[in-house]
């Protein structure tokens, strides 16, 4: 397979690179401190607005229509830049395409497309994460409104978002999945409480809880028909789970070029061990490049992906792993002038086998979706 860009590509590429040079907003290249968070909104619309995002989404809803591989020469840029990676709300507009009535997208999408209407995505609660189906929060019909009462929790952008995707039991007398139904929720009500959660590595705005006590929401932004928010939430996480969607395959390969730079300027300091590290993280990081551009070549082909999320996200998982674990040996936990970036990459790594679905339950859906084995 010739993995060189066309003539089109080519110009594109340049074009981009040309424009970062006068437009990288200068936030860290990844998820290490508030300051990354606080600027996506502006990196978000900077980058449509210049026509360098929604690239492979249809044009009707803001995207520009084009192969997914104009996608993966945006990542290498932004990342060979040392910009943030484009903001991952790939999985949300795929669902929405999917599942949402044509008013909908018309009304929705364009505005998650453009960054101008910040969304976040209310799936789990304290006692519903793997087990996602036993969700409690429930959606009331009372006129031409839906009334929302429950409790999310790990909602990744819940501080910034103007609309969040929330999935609610609608009917609690069928079968558990079959009562779901998904809404878009305004979050600037009296009726919704958001609360930050910070975490280990510092970071306080990434997510928070959403506490909803009589939200209400208009029954024209249910996303599909009652009891369909099930299989909405199927295709919105197999989604989150490709790394092609989520654009940090080149950002690993950065990284893991840093701490070769950094080990070289004084290879005395580093044992075997740090180096074996650093050697396994570069593998890893090109095994899961070379994925990617298989799973982009399959989609170009038009093939197109259910359960392989699972694989994705596992090797996405054990790259993002490697990769923040050769942080800790090559680059330490707190450099002499006080900088513990490395520090704070490799504890952002642990969340990776937590977030989109645990590794032990993409383990499961590989074991019982893909290899067909038996479930006892
Ligand atoms: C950084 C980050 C961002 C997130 N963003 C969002 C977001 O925006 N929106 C949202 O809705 N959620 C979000 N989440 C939540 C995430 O989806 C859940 O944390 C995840 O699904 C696991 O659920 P849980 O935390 O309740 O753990 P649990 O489900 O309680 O799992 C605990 C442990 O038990 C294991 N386990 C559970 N069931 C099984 C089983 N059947 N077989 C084998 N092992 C099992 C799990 O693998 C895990 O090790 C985010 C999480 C993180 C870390």
Not at 97 to 113: I, K, N, Y
Request: with cysteine; charged share 25%; aromatic share 8%.
């Amino acid at each position: 397979m010739d993995f060189g860009d066309s003539h089109e590509e080519r110009e594109f590429r340049l074009r981009l690179r040309e424009w970062l040079v006068h437009n990288n907003p200068g936030l860290p290249a990844s998820s290490t401190s508030d300051e990354y968070w606080a600027g996506q909104a502006a990196w978000h619309q900077a980058l449509y607005q210049a026509g360098f995002f929604g690239l492979s989404w249809p044009v009707e809803v803001g995207g520009q229509g084009l192969p997914s591989v104009y996608d993966v020469i945006l990542d290498e840029e932004l990342a060979t830049a040392g910009t943030p990676p484009r903001p991952s709300m790939g999985y949300l507009v795929q669902g929405m395409l999917r599942h949402a009535s044509d008013d909908v997208q018309r009304r929705f999408l364009p505005g998650l497309v453009s960054g101008q209407e910040r969304w976040c995505q209310g799936f789990s609660e304290p006692d519903a994460g793997s087990d996602l189906a036993s969700l409690r929060t429930r959606a009331v019909l009372e006129g031409g409104e839906y009334v929302i009462t429950g409790h999310k929790v790990w909602t990744s952008y819940s501080d910034a978002a103007d609309w969040c995707l929330v999935l609610a039991r609608t009917d609690p007398d069928v079968a558990k999945h079959r009562g779901l139904s998904a809404f878009i929720v305004p979050m600037d009500q009296p009726g919704i409480e958001q609360r930050p959660l910070p975490m280990i590595n510092g970071i306080t705005r990434e997510f928070g809880e959403v506490l909803f006590d009589g939200a209400r929401v208009p029954a024209e932004n249910m996303i599909g028909s009652p009891g369909e928010g099930w299989a909405l939430a199927m295709t919105i996480v197999s989604h989150e789970r490709e790394p092609g969607e989520l654009g940090f395959v080149a950002r690993y390969k950065k990284l893991v070029h840093e701490l070769v730079e950094l080990a070289r300027e004084d290879p005395s300091r580093y044992g075997n061990e740090q180096l074996r590290d650093l050697g396994w993280a570069m593998i890893e990081a090109e095994m899961l490049r070379l994925h990617v551009y298989r799973r982009l070549s399959d989609r170009l082909d038009g093939i197109s992906h259910g359960s392989e999320g699972s694989v994705d996200k596992l090797l996405m998982t054990a790259a993002e792993q490697a990769v923040g674990h050769a942080g800790l040996a090559i680059g330490g936990g707190a450099r002499p002038d006080g900088d513990d970036t490395w520090l704070r990459v490799y504890l952002y790594s642990r969340a990776q086998s937590v977030m989109g679905g645990t590794s032990q339950i993409q383990r499961n859906l590989i074991a019982t979706r893909l290899l067909e084995l038996p479930t006892s």
